[in-house]
Every structure is written in C-alpha cells, then in structure tokens.
C-alpha cells in the first residue's frame, strides 16, 4: 500500500500497483472532511451526483442531494464532534470508478462516553457531465458494533 505521507487522517493508502483517479482521490479525502465538519451540510451534499444514494449502516437508503443534505445535518444532533479515518482504499482494478475504503470513525457524544468504530465503505464515482468533476454515485457504509 502507498500513501501520501501525512498525519493528515483523511489521506488514505492505496495499493502501489493499481492506478486510480487523482480526482477519486482528491473526493474521497474532501468527502471525509466534509463529513467531520459541522455546518458543512451543503458543500457534503455536493459531493453526491444529483440523485447519489447513500446507504447508511441500518441499511436505510438516502436518494438525491437534499435528502443526503438532511441527514448530515440531523448526524450532528448529540455529536458535537467525529471523526473519519479512511485508512486504506482498494480499486476495483486498474483505473476503475468503484472502491472499497477501510478505516475508523471516532465519535465525542454530548451525553455519553467516546466511541471508536471500524468502518467500510463500498463507493462507485462518475464525473459530472456538466463540470467533469467528479462526484459520487452510490455509497455504501458499515459499521463494527
């Protein structure tokens, strides 16, 4: 595994073999942070393409930027702080727009005790047709415990 050497928790390490997106890269690193960010609903919501859908751990499906952008902003509710750790990233081959992220998110409970959690994420990319950026199509999260 290679990564940009860093203590920065949002750079990942990716196999040295397999060729991703720089771009893919650059989202998945600004998506964690936008996530840690409280107030940061609409710039995570424009993460997502129009109607992404994410999955949370409950297996509850979010279709489309506003719904997405709704429950960022009903995450922090109780949390006044979290934060994501995306480890390792693992293509689905050479330059593919599909990953797997391994990491750990931390959470800091106004009423309750710290808590660590493993995490995976199954995530597909596309760009944007209008602004050749690239933005998420479908992301799929699990959680330890």
Not at 50 to 75: K, W
Not at 122 to 134: C, I, T, W
Request: glycine share 8%; charged share 30%; net charge negative.
């Amino acid at each position: 595994m290679t990564s940009d050497a860093s203590d920065n928790p949002y750079v990942s390490e990716y196999p040295p073999t397999c060729t991703i997106d720089p771009s893919i890269k650059a989202l998945i690193s600004h998506y964690y942070q936008q996530v840690d960010t409280k107030g940061k609903h609409v710039e995570y919501s424009e993460c997502w393409i129009e109607d992404g859908t994410l999955v949370v751990p409950n297996g509850q499906e979010f279709t489309g930027r506003e719904a997405i952008r709704n429950l960022h902003s009903g995450m922090w509710d109780g949390v006044p702080r979290r934060l994501h750790r995306p480890r390792k990233v693992f293509p689905f081959g050479d330059n593919a727009d599909e990953v797997v992220i391994i990491g750990t998110v931390e959470y800091w409970p106004e009423d309750g005790p710290y808590k660590k959690q493993d995490m995976a994420a199954r995530a597909k990319y596309r760009k944007d047709s209008n602004r050749g950026e690239v933005k998420i199509v479908r992301l799929q999260v699990w959680l330890t415990g």
